[in-house]
């Protein structure tokens, strides 16, 4: 015959403790994880529709043809060709086409591909040049 002998357990054993430990870090490490991720995405989604005042500027702004040849004349045709052609730099005439304003004034403000440098340029005289360079296409 088999006897039977009560065993009362007043503190946990230490693998349990220690799981438990775990268990509980592990789902405080996963919410933090969660809500980097969940502010991440928020980031990523929200960022693309909120423009800088210069972009909006720029954009908004009526650019003259005429003002905008001769910033090109002054600043872009050592690189870029009198007609726009290419020289150094990239043929222009059909930028417009390819690229969108934006992209071309983050070209033009951030220089993004060498040797092209970065020009400070007031969101008028840029709004002129993005005229000047729509006015290739035609």
């Known amino acids: 015959m088999f006897h039977a002998v009560e065993v009362f357990v007043t503190e946990p054993s230490s693998t349990a403790a220690v799981s438990?430990?775990?268990?509980?870090?592990?789902?405080?490490?996963?919410?933090?994880i969660f809500a980097i991720v969940c502010l991440g995405s928020f980031v990523?989604?929200?960022?693309?529709?909120?423009?800088?005042?210069?972009?909006?500027?720029?954009?908004?702004?009526?650019?003259?043809?005429?003002?905008?040849?001769?910033?090109?004349?002054?600043?872009?045709?050592?690189c870029h060709g009198i007609s726009a052609q290419?020289?150094?730099?990239?043929?222009?005439?059909?930028?417009?086409?390819q690229l969108s304003d934006k992209k071309i004034i983050k070209q033009v403000t951030q220089g993004l591909t060498p040797p092209m440098?970065?020009?400070e340029?007031?969101?008028?005289?840029?709004a002129d040049l993005l005229a000047y360079m729509h006015s290739l296409n035609e």
């Open 20 to 32: 438990s430990f775990l268990k509980g870090n592990l789902i405080k490490f996963l919410l933090a």
């Open 44 to 78: 990523w989604i929200v960022e693309p529709f909120k423009q800088e005042p210069y972009l909006n500027a720029a954009l908004n702004a009526n650019g003259s043809i005429q003002k905008g040849n001769r910033l090109f004349r002054m600043n872009c045709v050592s």
């Open 86 to 97: 290419g020289l150094v730099g990239p043929e222009l005439n059909k930028t417009t086409t």
């Open 117 to 119: 440098p970065s020009f």
């Open 121 to 126: 340029i007031d969101s008028q005289s840029m």
